[in-house]
Antibody, heavy 119, light 107 residues
């Protein structure tokens, strides 16, 4: 059974760094063609892809977040960590992590975590 | 970035209707398109990948077609469980991009 779950703070202050952890089970990030990505969704708005890391270490980030993203991976713990610096109220959103297989979409998703940016 | 457009933003339909949702890409994405269903407060659920491949476990009333810049998601006979928002997503090129979503509501 494949599961993913996001964890981290639900409230951060402006200018702080957000650190979210995606803990997954039922698959390995060292398996060929596997990736783990991050997607966010501001309240009442559309989905926005943020970043992905793949089995071979290749990463891609969305330029729209202006270089504020870092992805860290711990394959022994089955975890992928997303760090986003200089948080702004506009970053308030539900953040999801999801598994993807190359040539396919994102087939398994976490439940999401709502992060509010406010002082 | 490749822009994904999903007109209209809301679609009203009745149970049993055949429903077609469109998605347009600002440039060719071949068949690298996925469709997701999302219900309020829930994570998206993949329905279709590679434009027309049905994800395992998804009912056969869902189908996808298209290539290049024009794509459609069809629900052959709308069921009560299908009232939701549907998103297309291209994964032809980075950054991956989603459409703005089409909400299917009860007529």
């Amino acid at each position: 059974q494949i599961t993913l779950k996001e964890s981290g703070p639900t409230l951060v202050e402006p200018t702080q760094t957000l650190t979210l952890t995606c803990t997954f089970s039922g698959f390995s990030l060292t398996t060929n063609s596997v990736g783990v990505g991050w997607v966010r969704q501001p309240p009442g708005r559309a989905l926005e892809w943020l970043a992905v890391t793949h089995w071979n270490g290749v990463e891609h980030h969305n330029p729209s977040v202006n270089g504020r993203l870092t992805i860290l991976r711990d394959t022994s713990k089955n975890q992928v960590v997303l760090e986003m610096t200089n948080m702004d109220p506009a970053d308030t959103a539900t953040y999801y992590c999801a598994r993807r297989l190359v040539w396919q979409g994102m087939d398994y998703w976490g439940q999401g975590i709502l992060v509010t940016v406010s002082s | 970035d490749i822009q994904m457009t999903q007109p209209p933003s809301t679609l009203s339909a009745s149970v049993g209707d055949r429903v077609t949702i469109t998605c347009r890409a600002s440039q060719s994405i071949s068949s690298w398109l996925a469709w997701y269903q999302q219900k309020p407060g829930k994570a998206p659920k993949i329905l279709i990948y590679k434009a027309s491949s049905l994800q395992s476990g998804v009912p056969s009333r869902f189908s996808g077609s298209g290539s290049g810049t024009e794509f459609t998601l069809t629900i052959s006979s709308l069921q009560p469980d299908d009232f939701a928002t549907y998103y297309c997503q291209q994964y032809s090129d980075y950054p991956w991009t989603f459409g703005q979503g089409t909400k299917v509501e009860i007529k």
